[in-house]
C-alpha cells in the first residue's frame, strides 16, 4: 500500500479527529513536537532539537494529590488524553521502545507511563536524511524502518509505502483506504553521517574499562556537568519525586534528572556516591552503551546525535565509542 | 593564527617537560570540521595536540575551579575574555594566582556573535604573551541588545521573557560555564531550603534565569558563555546587560573582570549613591 | 482576571527590626488606621532582605512588595542599609525591564519615631497596588505551576 504525500494534510486531519495531534513544528525558534495546527508539519531537515519523550514522559508529571488536616485525603491524577504521535523517525522510535521497557515490560508497570503508551498511536515516517551526527545504523537500526510504530510510512520520493506493524495500526489504516493504492515504494537512501565502531562485543567489554581512571579522566575532562545531554536525549529516563504544597493542599510530582547534577547521587546524610565529573559521565556512558544491554538487551543509545549537537563542551558520545573500541581491542 | 598555534605549541612543550607545570588548558579539535573543544594535555609529547583557530569558542577559565587545589601549576591558554574570567575568579577569592600560569593569546574575535561587541581582545593578564597583540575596537555599543528591548512596551517585555522562559529546559549549562558562578554549592542545587522548585515550567524557570541574572550581574564579565551554551537559545546575556547598563548609570562606568582585586557594584556602597526611595 | 470590588491586594513588608518596625508599633500603639492587607515581616537588617526574597514573594501571590528600613545613615549597623539602597534601586529596574509593574516593589526609609509616615506609606502602596490590579506576571497560582 502506498500514499501520495500530497495527501498527508487529508491524513493528519483524520488524524486529528477527537484526539491530540503531535507532529514536528518550529516553537518559538526550536523545532520540536507541538500540537499540529493545520499547517504542513516539517518532516524534511534535522530531527526535532527535543525529543518526542516529553509526550510520554512528561517533563512534569503530577501524581497525585494531598490535602492534611485530621484526616489525610489523597486523590488520584489522572492525565492521559489521546494522543497520536506523527513524524518521529526510527532512532525516536526505538527510544520509545527502551522506554517501553523500562517502564512496562522489566519489573514493575509504571501505570502513568502505561496509560499514556496505550493510549498513543505512533505514526513513524522514514527518515528523511541524516543529520550531521547521526548514527543510528551503528546502533543497529535502520533509518527506512520502524517495527515499533504502530504505523510506518516508509521510502523517499512522492509517495510513502504505508505498513501497519500493530492492532492499534490496523484498525487506524482502516479509515484511511480512500487515499491509499496499491503499488511499490523504493526504499529510503537516507544513511547516517557518522559510524563509529559500535558492536555487542564492545558493549560487553565496555564495563572493563571501569577502573581505568586514566582513560575516564581523559574523556570527561571537558564536561561541565550540565544537564543538556541528559535533557536532549530521547532515551533518558531518570526522574525524581517531589511535592508542591500551599498551605495544606498540594500535590506530588515528579520531573525530569540528570545524572549529571550534583543532587542526583547525594544520599541522605551527605554522602555522594558519585562526586566528581568523572563519575558522572562514566555512568552516563556505560549505562547507555553497556549496563543498560546486560538488563534489557539492547543498548540505551539510538544515534540520534542530539546531545552531540548540543553539548556546551563539544563532548561527542560517537568518538568516545571510537576511544574505547581502540583500547578494548588493543 | 599560525604563528600563535606554534608558538603555543612550542611554549607547552617547554613548560611541560621542564616540569613547570602539571597540565596545560586549551582546545584541540574535535571530529568533524570546525570543531574545537577544550584540551587538557599532561604529557610534552602531546603539545602538538593544541590548537588555536577561529573555533576555538570555549571558555578555558572556568575549568580553573574544576581543580581548586591542583598538585602544580596549571598553564592555561587564555584570550581577553579568559583573562577577566580568571580576574573574576582572582578577585572572587576562587583560585590562586601562584597556581595559574597564564599563556595569554591576542584574538581578534571567533566564531561566537558576542565577540563583535569585545572591547578587550587583547589578555588582561598574562606570565607570557603569544604572539603580537589584536588591534583593539570599540566601534560598538555594550549595551545594543538591551536598548533595543527596553523600546519595547512592559507588556511586550512580559511576554517575550514569558515565552523565552518557557521554553528554558533548565539545563543549569548557563551556571555551569559561567566563571561568575562560582559558589560551592548553587543555590538551585539546594533543593530542601525550596529556593527553586523542581518543576520544569515558565515560573520556576523565571525565578532561575533571575535569580541567577541578580547572583551574577554585577560581577558578569560579558563572555557571552552562557548564551552560546544555551541549547534553547535562550538571551540570557539581556539580564545581565540590564544590569551592568544600570551599575554603569547609577555607579560610573563599570566593566568587570579588568583588575584580579574588584569589588563587586552590589558588594560596596557610596554615602551619596542615587537614591529615589524616600 | 476582572478587579471585582472584593478583591484586595495582599502586600508583603520586610520591616527592619531598628527603624520601621519600632515605626510600624508606634503606629500601633498610637491607634493609628492603615490598610489591613500588609503583612509586616520583621528582619534584623534592610539588607537582610535578599533580591531572591522579593521575586520569591511575588511568585507565591504577594501583588506587592515593600522593603523598609532605617535612613541612610542611621543603619543599626553603620552601613547595611546603604548597600540595601544599591541593590534596590537596581532590582526595581530589572523588575520592570522583566515585565512587572516597577510600582509594585517599593522601598522606603522609615525611622522608629515616624510611625506617620509608615501610616501613610502603606495607604499609599496599597492605593496604588490596587489600582494595578493582581499580579500575574510574577503569580504562579496563575500558571500551571503544579
Redesign the interface.
Known amino acids: 500500500m502506498r500514499l501520495k504525500k500530497e495527501d498527508l494534510n487529508k491524513i493528519l486531519a483524520l488524524l486529528a479527529k477527537n484526539r491530540e495531534l503531535f507532529v514536528p513544528g518550529q516553537?518559538?525558534?526550536?523545532k520540536q513536537f507541538k500540537l499540529w495546527d493545520g499547517e504542513t508539519p516539517e518532516l524534511d531537515g534535522e530531527n526535532t532539537?527535543?525529543p518526542p519523550k516529553d509526550i510520554l514522559f512528561p517533563?512534569?508529571e503530577?501524581m497525585y494529590a494531598y490535602k492534611t488536616g485530621t484526616e489525610t485525603e489523597i486523590s488520584e491524577i489522572v492525565d492521559a488524553p489521546e494522543r497520536v504521535i506523527f513524524g518521529i523517525r526510527a532512532c525516536d522510535m526505538h527510544s520509545i521502545e527502551c522506554m517501553d521497557s523500562v517502564f512496562i515490560r522489566e519489573g514493575y508497570e509504571d501505570s502513568f507511563y502505561a496509560r499514556r503508551r496505550a493510549k498513543s498511536l505512533i505514526v513513524a515516517v522514514a527518515c528523511p536524511g541524516a543529520g550531521?551526527?547521526c548514527f543510528c545504523e551503528s546502533m543497529g537500526l535502520d533509518p527506512d524502518a520502524a517495527p515499533g510504530a504502530d504505523i510506518f510510512l516508509s521510502g523517499g520520493g512522492e509517495f510513502y509505502g504505508v505498513t501497519a506493524n500493530t492492532e492499534k495500526g490496523e484498525t487506524e489504516l482502516k479509515k484511511w483506504t480512500q487515499y491509499l493504492t496499491d503499488g511499490d515504494v523504493p526504499k529510503g537512501e537516507a544513511h547516517c553521517s557518522l559510524a563509529p565502531a559500535m558492536s555487542p562485543e564492545l558493549s560487553e567489554k565496555l564495563t572493563g574499562l571501569f577502573d581505568d581512571d586514566e582513560f575516564w579522566q581523559?574523556v570527561t575532562?571537558?564536561c561541565?556537568?550540565?544537564?543538556?545531554c541528559?535533557?536532549?536525549c530521547p532515551t533518558c529516563y531518570c526522574f525524581?519525586i517531589?511535592q508542591?504544597s500551599?498551605g495544606d493542599e498540594g500535590?506530588a510530582?515528579r520531573?525530569?534528572d540528570?545524572c549529571m547534577?550534583?543532587?542526583y547521587n547525594q544520599n541522605a546524610g551527605g554522602h555522594n556516591t558519585r562526586p566528581t565529573?568523572k563519575q558522572r559521565l562514566r555512568n552516563r556512558y556505560l549505562h547507555k552503551l553497556a549496563y543498560f544491554n546486560e538488563r534489557h538487551g539492547m543498548e540505551l543509545c539510538v544515534g540520534c546525535g542530539r546531545c552531540i549537537n548540543?553539548c556546551?563542551?563539544?563532548?561527542?558520545i560517537?568518538?568516545f565509542i571510537d576511544k574505547a573500541a581502540e583500547v578494548c581491542h588493543d | 593564527m599560525s604563528d600563535i598555534q606554534s608558538a603555543l605549541h612550542k611554549r607547552a612543550r617547554a613548560l611541560l617537560e621542564n616540569g613547570d607545570v602539571e597540565y596545560v588548558i586549551g582546545w584541540e579539535n574535535?571530529?568533524?570540521e570546525n570543531?574545537?573543544?577544550?584540551?587538557?594535555i599532561r604529557r610534552a609529547e602531546d603539545a602538538e595536540r593544541l590548537v588555536w583557530n577561529r573555533w576555538c569558542v570555549?571558555s578555558t577559565a572556568?575549568?580553573l575551579l574544576?581543580d581548586r587545589w591542583p598538585k602544580g601549576k596549571i598553564a592555561i591558554c587564555a584570550r581577553g575574555c579568559d583573562t577577566r574570567a580568571i580576574n573574576r575568579m582572582l578577585s572572587d577569592g576562587q583560585v590562586k594566582r601562584e597556581n595559574i600560569y597564564i599563556l595569554g593569546i591576542p584574538c581578534a574575535g571567533v566564531e561566537n556573535q558576542i565577540c563583535r561587541r569585545c572591547a578587550h581582545r587583547n589578555p588582561l593578564v598574562y606570565d607570557e604573551l603569544l604572539g603580537e597583540p589584536a588591534e583593539e575596537k570599540t566601534d560598538f555599543d555594550r549595551f545594543e541588545k538591551v536598548k533595543e528591548m527596553q523600546a519595547m512596551t512592559l507588556e511586550q517585555r512580559r511576554q517575550m521573557w514569558e515565552?523565552?522562559f518557557?521554553?528554558c529546559?533548565?539545563?543549569?549549562?548557563c551556571?555551569?560555564?559561567c566563571p561568575a558562578c562560582n559558589c560551592r554549592?548553587c543555590y538551585a542545587?539546594q533543593?530542601r531550603t525550596g529556593w527553586q522548585?523542581?518543576?520544569?515550567?515558565a515560573v520556576e524557570n523565571r525565578v532561575y534565569g533571575l535569580t541567577r541574572a541578580y547572583h551574577v550581574g554585577d560581577r558578569c564579565i560579558e563572555c557571552g558563555e552562557c548564551e552560546?551554551?544555551c541549547?534553547?537559545?535562550l538571551p540570557i546575556m539581556l539580564q545581565t546587560g540590564r544590569m551592568l547598563m544600570e551599575c554603569n548609570e547609577l555607579f560610573g562606568q563599570y566593566e568587570c573582570g579588568l583588575s584580579d582585586d574588584e569589588t563587586p557594584a552590589l558588594g560596596t556602597y557610596n554615602l551619596n549613591d542615587a537614591d529615589s526611595f524616600g | 482576571m476582572p478587579v471585582n470590588e472584593k478583591w484586595m491586594p495582599k502586600i508583603l513588608a520586610f520591616c527592619c527590626n531598628w527603624c520601621t518596625y519600632t515605626g510600624a508599633d508606634l503606629a500601633g500603639l498610637n491607634r493609628m488606621k492603615y490598610p489591613a492587607n500588609v503583612r509586616v515581616l520583621r528582619v534584623p537588617c534592610s539588607s537582610r532582605v535578599s533580591p531572591q526574597f522579593v521575586l520569591r514573594a511575588f511568585q507565591k501571590g504577594c501583588d506587592g512588595v515593600m522593603v523598609c528600613g532605617c535612613h541612610p545613615g542611621d543603619c543599626h549597623y553603620t552601613s547595611g542599609n546603604y548597600y540595601t539602597r544599591r541593590r534596590f534601586m537596581v532590582l526595581k529596574e530589572m523588575l520592570e525591564f522583566n515585565g512587572i509593574e516597577p510600582e509594585r516593589f517599593q522601598t522606603r526609609w522609615i525611622s522608629g519615631s515616624e510611625a506617620g509616615k509608615f501610616r501613610d506609606t502603606v495607604a499609599e502602596v496599597s492605593e496604588i497596588v490596587t489600582k494595578l490590579g493582581p499580579n500575574t506576571a510574577f503569580n504562579e497560582?496563575r500558571a500551571e505551576?503544579?
Open positions: 516553537v518559538r525558534g526550536i532539537v527535543l517533563k512534569t503530577k550531521v551526527n581523559e575532562e571537558p561541565l556537568q550540565c544537564g543538556t541528559s535533557f536532549v525524581d517531589n508542591s500551599v500535590v510530582f520531573c525530569w540528570s547534577f550534583s543532587d565529573k548540543k556546551p563542551a563539544h563532548l561527542d560517537a568518538e | 574535535a571530529r568533524g570543531k574545537t573543544r577544550p584540551a587538557f570555549n572556568k575549568y574544576h515565552d523565552e518557557t521554553k529546559i533548565r539545563c543549569y549549562a551556571r555551569n560555564v554549592e542545587d533543593y522548585g523542581k518543576q520544569f515550567n552560546r551554551v541549547p534553547m537559545d | 497560582r505551576n503544579v
